[in-house]
């Protein structure tokens, strides 16, 4: 058996467990430096977010642990049914859920307050895996990848029920993993089309996006016009997509604004946009206020990350210098903001080294992904590369002011239990299913 | 392993990943190295520059006494978001013993000043029984905080003449050259010694770099201190003047209008410099400066007005030695010379009367001063302007005035105070244009006697006896011997040259001084004689005028005095004013002998106290009268000052109207030519 746990160690990636490790303890850095006054006496002091992070950061190894004491078909076997309880424990949240900053996305146990629509990731991610391992799926046909499509946007949707948005756009990654699955290529398109529509519609006024909508549809026409006559499907791709951007620049945009979207989504929206909303989405109330009054600062939290990062220079201010950090001017920064810490303290090098690592874990993650045997740890670890991008790349984005502020974490980085456990059990299972990769699970 | 597509697309996620990172660490190459507005902002919200004031320096006395100190108050300051919602006001009313209306007042104003998370003043400048009540309960009243400030203050309520005060800067001086460096809100030296060694007292402002929190809240300092300066401490004065003869001068001066100046002939250092009224410098410290000034200003008795060194008078007889020396000088008379005086002096043509009128008593220079002979004096003025070496009377009194402003008068002594006044001494010009040229040595004759177009400070006064006094030379009198215990220091290099101003023998200035000590021990000055000093003096009885109801009137003569002892090696020259108070020898006479008693015996004789409690219980003041000069003067002003803006309207009109007119020539001649 000695022997068994020797190998099993000695099969686990390196690298991976390396970078891991790197990111927690930087983490768990940033968390101190935000927190950290000069007038504490002594280190992990109690009540504090950095003791308790550390707590998180012991927990999570614990749980590493079992994980990796934990025979690699058990995941596989129990991946479905633990999906079911993830459904019914997001479901039960929404009736039961404490009302944190407007949202009902969290659970509390007693003392223990967490966020089932971070630990559901978990969940859907071995379900998916499981499922598009099964012998009876065929992802190339339609059926199997609309199931597939709804095993991810499932717990999206209970999860918007809760008002987190920003958390069920995480759900998205799931479809990167299904794209190397054999989800075909016009998706990825039409996914990156519909972004850009999303944006210039934003940007653009209704009636110039139109007319160049317009312009373009009769570009492709007049270009593609002998083909056009005779193709069916081309007829039906040009007049459809048109048809479609028309709708949504003129009628969905407009109306999600006015009656879907909360007012501080439209304003975080156009905040990362640089712009002011408009104020045909402006409902009636505030019209009547003055212009002052209605222009409140509401890109506060990006503006105040924005000025800590870009103060940071090229070396940074140094450890614990940080005086935007220090002095709690940038809010939540030890959660969703934490990204400017580090940018401020480390400067430009701090912060490249840091999205090295990122990418190159991700890199990892894919190659590792690879080289599994079975179709299910390659799915499992593709889900967890999707997840562990969409957070980087959004929480990133949001700091220095490329996206809107959406309020998902930094992997490892941020402090909470429920996302630092989360993601570390997501990195354990994949050692795991890694450490097996020569084994066929099912 | 069966989807053969897929193989391919792993390169597509991969360079997903790839592009994201790039465009992130595009985004963040841009942010953090190009754009520098950021660490402007960075330092804009969260660095604050903290000006620390350093205590200003400490004034000592000739003896070392504490004239002048920091004493250090507290105020009560409130920091609105830590008192509890609970708080039991009644318990901190009690011990401050203020009204609850009072309290709820002072939290507004405490909480508004600079926000509920900051500390605002609550109650300024505690009193002693306040600080202890409070010290001792700090711990029960949460939010409230006792605070260090430092206020000037005095020991003695002696000095306000010199000593000056301080405050906030005004408008105006922020305009100074002088004051550049200063910033609305600081404190300054607004008179007096303050003023004059403003530079000196202040110190150097420390400067602290501090962070604070997003409530605006102070923190760490910046970069662990590393740009900071310190504060320095303003440096001491150690003065010439004696705070125990300024006391007895303040006393001795007391219900009398008038100053009293007094010198150490070896230094030019001032000993004392009474104005009386005189006030405590306590009143013009603190909270309370702004109510007291005024109603120190609203006095008819001018208590703010330094008579020392502000008010001028005619010399009277005073000037008779001065003009003895400026004869012997230019070498017209010698000691001997002698003016065959009969109770007159008619050589111009008309009648000057002189108080003696037996032959001889003008016989030599030294019965001359010794009787203060009025004909001598004017002869020997005529002699000095009419030297035929001269080439005649306008030339003449030019090189008499020169000699007369080489003694110090004319002009500011540029004693180290602000705001002297020079005085009256009128060159050739000013009589050629008062008389269109016409006029020769008998028109002014006067001015030999110490009448007519010459007025003098009493610190001028001072300084002439000082001339004679050292045999010739004089330091220009200051208050300051030492800045932080260096005589040296080149702050006062200006009060270390010797101005030697004559170029008579000692063996004249023997004579001169014979004569002045003759006026002592069996002249007008008898009241001054002491049996173991040999004091010379001079006494000045002089008439003055002033506009009562519209009517030039004759006012009581001012009492002038001016004296040095001992006669050998003299320490002390003093100059003594009581206005309106009769002669010389009356009032100033006695007053200047006790204060040179005072000086150089520490202590009055027995036979002498009744002289003392005579002083000490004179009251000279016509309060009626002084408050009917007061109110003319004033109002004079006011007139002064309505024309003065008067006319300033009429000049800004005036301009604005001319640029209208050159404005609308402009278009019409543009629009004439454009036709």
């Not at chain 1, 075909?184 to 210039?200: E, K, R, T, W, Y």
């Not at chain 1, 593609?224 to 007049?239: D, E, N, Q």
């Not at chain 2, 520059?49 to 300051?77: A, H, S």
């Not at chain 2, 001016?562 to 004013?577: D, Q, S």
Request: charge should be positive; charged fraction near 15%.
């Amino acid at each position: 058996m000695s022997t068994g746990i020797r190998s099993l160690f000695a099969r686990i990636d390196a690298l991976t467990l390396l970078l891991y490790f790197i990111l927690v303890l930087v983490g768990l850095m940033a968390v101190f430096s935000v927190e950290y006054r000069s007038t504490d006496v002594g280190l992990f002091l109690p009540g504090k977010n950095y003791t308790n992070q550390a707590i998180f950061l012991g927990i999570s190894l614990f749980a590493g642990l079992i994980i990796l004491f934990t025979d690699s078909k058990a995941f596989a076997s129990m991946a479905f049914l633990s999906y079911l309880f993830g459904i019914v424990l997001l479901v039960v949240t929404i009736f039961l859920g404490k009302n944190v900053k407007g949202s009902h996305s969290w659970l509390s146990l007693g003392p223990v307050a967490f966020q089932p629509g971070e630990v559901c990731k978990i969940f859907t991610s071995l379900a998916l895996a499981k499922f598009l391992s099964l012998n009876e799926t065929d992802f190339s046909k339609l059926k199997d990848r609309l199931i597939g499509a709804a095993f991810a946007l499932l717990p999206a949707i209970i999860i918007v029920l809760q008002s987190e948005t920003g958390l069920a756009l995480v759900y998205v990654a799931f479809f990167l993993a299904m794209y190397r699955e054999g989800l075909p290529n016009g998706i990825l398109i039409c996914g990156f089309s519909f972004i850009a529509l999303a944006i210039a519609s934003l940007l653009l006024s209704q009636l110039i996006l139109f007319i160049i909508l317009t312009a373009l549809a009769a570009l492709f026409t007049a270009l593609l016009w002998k083909r056009f006559l005779h193709s069916g499907p081309l007829r039906l791709l040009i007049i459809g997509s048109y048809a479609v951007a028309i709708l949504f620049s003129q009628l969905v945009v407009p109306f999600a604004f006015r009656h879907v979207l909360h007012r501080y989504q439209t304003e975080r929206i156009y905040a990362m946009l640089g712009q002011d909303v408009p104020e045909a989405y402006l409902p009636e109330s505030e019209l009547a206020e003055d212009e002052p009054t209605r222009k409140k600062d509401n890109n506060y939290n990006v503006t105040q990350s924005k000025i800590a990062i870009g103060s940071g220079g090229l070396w940074g201010k140094g450890i614990l210098n940080g005086t935007s950090t220090k002095n709690g001017f940038v809010p939540e920064q030890h959660t969703d903001f934490i990204f400017s810490s580090i940018a401020e303290q480390f400067g430009f090098v701090g912060s490249a080294l840091l999205i090295l690592i990122y990418v190159l874990l991700m890199l990892r993650i894919s190659f590792l992904a690879e080289r599994q045997r079975s179709t299910f740890s390659r799915v499992y670890a593709y889900c967890v590369a999707s997840i562990l991008f969409v957070h980087f790349a959004i929480n990133i984005s949001m700091t220095i002011g490329l996206a809107p502020v959406i309020g998902i974490t930094l992997p490892f980085l941020s402090y909470g239990g429920s996302s630092l456990l989360s993601f570390s059990i997501l990195i354990f299972i994949l050692l795991r299913l890694d450490a097996d990769r020569a084994v066929l699970i099912r | 392993m069966s989807f053969t597509p897929a193989n391919s697309r792993r390169f597509v996620l991969r360079a997903i990943f790839i592009a994201m990172g790039l465009v992130l660490l595009i985004r963040l190459l841009f942010l953090q190295l190009f754009e520098p507005k950021y660490k402007v902002m960075a330092a804009d919200i969260a660095i604050y520059r903290q000006v620390v004031y350093p205590p200003r320096g400490v004034i000592y006395d000739r003896k070392g006494r504490v004239v002048c100190y920091n004493e250090v108050v507290y105020d009560l300051q409130m920091t609105a978001s830590n008192v509890p919602r609970d708080f039991d006001s009644s318990a901190l009313c009690e011990i401050l013993g203020i009204d609850g209306k009072t309290y709820h007042q002072n939290y507004e104003k405490a909480k508004w000043s600079n926000g509920p998370m900051r500390p605002g003043t609550f109650l300024p400048q505690l009193s002693p029984a306040q600080t202890a009540r409070f010290g001792e309960n700090r711990y029960s009243f949460p939010g409230f905080d006792m605070v260090e400030r430092n206020i000037r203050s005095f020991p003695e309520p002696h000095g306000g003449a010199f000593l000056g005060y301080i405050g906030e800067i005004s408008q105006r001086m922020l305009k100074q050259f002088r004051f550049l460096s200063y910033q609305p809100g600081d404190y300054v030296g607004l008179d007096g010694l303050e003023l004059a060694y403003e530079e000196v007292l202040r110190g150097r402002r420390g400067v602290y770099y501090r962070e604070k929190d997003k409530f605006n809240r102070p923190r760490d300092s910046y970069l662990k201190g590393a740009l900071d300066t310190p504060a320095v401490a303003g440096r001491s004065l150690q003065l010439y003047v004696d705070m125990a003869l300024q006391k007895y001068g303040e006393e001795l001066m007391q219900n009398k209008l008038g100053s009293v100046v007094a010198i150490d002939p070896e230094t030019g250092g001032i000993l004392a410099m009474v104005s009386s009224p005189s006030y405590d410098p306590n009143l013009l410290r603190g909270a309370d400066r702004s109510a007291n000034f005024a109603a120190l200003y609203k006095l008819h008795t001018k208590p703010l007005f330094n008579r020392a060194m502000k008010a001028f008078y005619n010399p009277g007889s005073t000037q008779k030695p001065m003009t003895a020396l400026i004869a012997l000088n230019d070498g017209v008379i010698t000691p001997a010379y002698g003016y065959p005086c009969r109770g007159g002096y008619t050589l111009c043509g008309r009648f000057i009367a002189c108080t003696h009128s037996n032959p001889g008593h003008a016989a030599n220079l030294r019965l001359a001063l010794a009787n203060s002979c009025n004909s001598y004096f004017c002869h020997i003025y005529r002699l000095s302007v009419d030297a035929p070496k001269f080439g005649g009377v306008k030339k003449g009194l030019h090189k008499w005035y020169e000699q007369m402003y080489s003694f110090g008068f004319g002009h500011p002594t540029g004693v180290d105070l602000p705001y002297e006044i020079g005085g009256t001494l009128f060159d050739t010009l000013q009589y050629n244009e008062m008389y269109h040229g016409a006029w020769n040595s008998c028109t002014n004759v006067y001015i030999g006697m110490g009448q007519g177009e010459l007025a003098v400070t009493p610190l001028q006064m001072a300084n002439g006896m000082c001339i004679i006094a050292n045999h010739g030379y004089y330091y220009t009198p200051h208050l300051v011997r030492a800045i932080a215990n260096n005589p040296k220091d080149p702050v006062l290099a200006p009060y270390l040259v010797k101005h030697r101003v004559s170029n008579i023998p000692d063996t004249a200035f023997k004579i001169v001084g014979l004569g002045m000590m003759d006026v002592v021990n069996h002249g007008t000055a008898t009241v001054a004689r002491m049996k173991d000093i040999e004091v010379c003096a001079k006494t000045g009885t002089v008439e003055n005028y002033a506009m009562l109801n519209g009517k030039r009137t004759k006012l009581q003569n001012h009492s002038v005095f001016v004296a040095f002892a001992p006669r050998v090696h003299p320490k002390i020259a003093i100059a003594v004013t009581v206005e309106n108070a009769g002669y010389g020898a009356t009032w100033a006479g006695p007053i200047a002998s006790l204060m040179i008693e005072k000086y150089l015996k520490d202590s009055i004789s027995a036979e002498r106290k009744p002289l003392e409690q005579r002083m000490l219980n004179g009251k000279v003041i016509n309060y009626h009268q002084v408050a009917i000069i007061d109110s003319t003067q004033r109002a004079k002003y006011e007139l002064y000052r309505q024309r003065k803006d008067w006319l300033r309207q009429q000049r800004d009109s005036l301009r604005r109207a001319q640029d209208s007119a050159s404005f609308f020539w402009y278009v019409n001649h543009y629009l004439m030519k454009k036709k």
